[in-house]
Nanobody, 115 residues
Framework: QVLLAESGGGLVQAGGSLRLSCGAS????????MGWYRQAPGKQRELVAT???????NYVDSVKGRFTLSRDNAKNTVYLQMNGLKPEDTAVYYC?????????WGQGTQVTVSS
C-alpha cells in the first residue's frame, strides 16, 4: 500500500517559516509528479505548488516568491519551504503523488498562521 506521510506543520506567527516534508513509500518515486495542495475551512482544495512532467515548478500566484518546492529522490521526499507566512496560508496541506495511472494523497498536515 502506497503511503505519503506529511510532517512539519504547526502554529507559527505571521512572517514566520515552516518546512513541510512528504515522504513516499512503495512507489517508484522519481516516476511520479509530486505536489502540495491545501484546503482551508469552507474552501475547496487548491494547488499550492507542483512539479511538472518536465520537472519545472508551478506555484499558485499567492505563494510565489515565498514558497519553494524541492525534492530529494534519494530520500523519496518532497519539501515545501514556506517563508513569509500569512494568516491566509492557514489550511491543511496535502501531498499528492501522480503518475499516468495512479494518484495518491497524504493525510494532510495542519498549518496555522496567527496574526
Amino acid at each position: 500500500q502506497v503511503l505519503l506521510a506529511e510532517s512539519g506543520g504547526g502554529l507559527v506567527q505571521a512572517g514566520g517559516s515552516l518546512r513541510l516534508s512528504c515522504g513516499a513509500s512503495r512507489i517508484i518515486f522519481n516516476t511520479y509528479v509530486m505536489g502540495w495542495y491545501r484546503q482551508a475551512p469552507g474552501k475547496q482544495r487548491e494547488l499550492v505548488a507542483t512539479f511538472t512532467t518536465s520537472r519545472s515548478t508551478n506555484y499558485v500566484d499567492s505563494v510565489k516568491g515565498r514558497f519553494t518546492l524541492s525534492r530529494d529522490n534519494a530520500k523519496n521526499t518532497v519539501y515545501l519551504q514556506m517563508n513569509g507566512l500569512k494568516p491566509e496560508d492557514t489550511a491543511v496541506y496535502y501531498c499528492k503523488a501522480e503518475s499516468g495511472v495512479a494518484t495518491y494523497w497524504g493525510q494532510g498536515t495542519q498549518v496555522t498562521v496567527s496574526s
